[in-house]
Nanobody, 120 residues
């Protein structure tokens, strides 16, 4: 099982970006999918998560600006980021709770990280 993230880059304050993360491999089922971020010198933090039923949860710092969504048919999670601020600069990691074929339970998987830089 692999998670492949994409969509990061350099954007000016007030701009927007859309991150994508696709899960691939021998997947039986996916429960929660989410995005975390880690800024330089800081701990990794949860940005947003979404259940397989579509219930979303957001960090207070991104509420009203970021939207998480998923396409269960494509095993893909998205993060639409609007009104970006310099403090949103971080490496963003996707995460998914996946039951792979041959596994006895759900396990956490991580993508490789994609850098988002918000700067003028």
């Amino acid at each position: 099982v692999q998670l492949q993230a994409s969509g990061g880059g350099l954007v000016q304050p007030g701009g927007c970006l859309r991150l994508s993360c696709a899960a691939s491999g021998s997947i039986f089922g996916i429960a929660v999918m989410g995005w975390y971020r880690q800024a330089p010198g800081k701990q990794r933090e949860l940005v947003a998560s979404i259940s397989n039923g579509g219930s979303a949860n957001y960090a207070d710092s991104v509420k009203g600006r970021f939207t998480i969504s998923r396409d269960n048919a494509k095993n893909t999670v998205y993060l639409q980021m609007n009104s970006l601020k310099p403090e949103d600069t971080a490496v963003y990691y996707c995460n998914a709770n996946i039951w792979a074929y041959g596994s006895a339970r759900y396990l956490d998987y991580w993508g490789q990280g994609t850098l988002v830089t918000v700067s003028s």
